[in-house]
């Protein structure tokens, strides 16, 4: 069935500089809130993070984190707001949508948004050149692990069967965030260092998502930069989803709650740990 024409809207576009992964999630967050309450408008907003950092879901256990090989390898921790598995944010694009739920883009429940926005991923990434999937893929099996990128959920990004891009949503006050993750190179199985491994082998777990996920790079055959990427995302959304953007920033009060946020929250052992 043929989805129903989306009536064209304008949204704020954010190119934002490489932050910290607490300051990432706390930018998020404030951006979601200010959304909710109606003083911002519906924003993307695409970044990257400096150092590398592993991201716990929400409700995943702190305990799947090896705390001594991410001091080792000079990576940050953080737990972010929205549900799902372990990511290694390092070399990749990151995406954050933050809308008010009842937008046309959104609408329904979490699998029909997903199914919704990854239109604008799939656009974007064809005009880098591939040939992106985005299918229900009902329950995937064969893993418990705690690492995004071993399994597609339904709706993310894959190409050749391989996952490209994990996504993970927050709902709350009426307003969504989805944001997700786009490695552009490297080896995506390091991620393992950072990760409680269980099996005596750790080199067949990084082989695990090797053989599971791929990089951009990888995909195309070739490197392209961060700002290329995201120049294609933002075109990508804007095609598929009838958006026109307005080049911003945030504003002083986003940038105050983040700032709060980012020390109370996203940097608390309390946060971090929680589960």
């Known amino acids: 069935m043929e989805s129903a024409p989306i009536a064209p ?38 970044y990257a993070w400096t150092p590398a950092c592993l991201s716990l879901g929400y409700a995943q256990p702190a305990s799947d984190a090896n705390g001594e090989g991410l001091r080792r390898m000079g990576w940050d921790l953080v737990r ?18 933050a809308s008010p739920q009842d937008d046309m883009r959104v609408t329904g429940n979490i699998l029909e948004s997903y199914r919704s926005l990854s239109r604008g ?48 949503q927050l709902r709350r006050m009426g307003a969504v965030l989805q944001h997700g993750s786009l ?56 095609e598929a989803l009838s958006l026109a953007w307005v080049e911003g920033g945030l504003t002083p009060e986003e940038l105050s709650k983040a700032t709060l946020l980012t020390e109370d929250k996203y940097r608390s052992a309390a946060w971090t740990t929680r589960v």
């Open 80 to 97: 972010r707001p929205t549900g799902g598995r372990a990511i290694l944010h390092t070399q990749e694009l990151t995406y954050a949508i």
């Open 121 to 168: 991923l799939i656009r974007g990434l064809s005009l880098l050149g591939l040939e992106p999937e985005a299918k229900a893929l009902g329950v995937r099996e064969g893993s418990s692990g705690g690492v995004c990128f071993e399994i597609p959920s339904n709706y993310e990004i894959t190409v050749g069967g391989r996952k490209l891009v994990g996504s993970a």
């Open 9 to 46: 809207a304008t949204w704020r576009l954010i190119f934002s500089p490489p932050h910290s992964g607490p300051e990432n999630m706390a930018l998020d967050e404030a951006i979601l809130d200010s959304v909710a309450s109606g003083t911002s408008a519906p924003t993307l907003r695409l």
């Open 183 to 238: 490695p552009l190179q490297g080896d995506l199985g390091r991620i393992i260092l950072g990760m409680r491994i269980d099996e005596p082998d750790r080199e067949t777990a990084a082989a695990r998502v090797r053989q599971r996920a791929v990089s951009l790079a990888e995909a195309l055959g070739k490197e392209i930069s961060w700002e290329v990427a995201a120049n294609a995302l933002a075109q990508g959304f804007a």
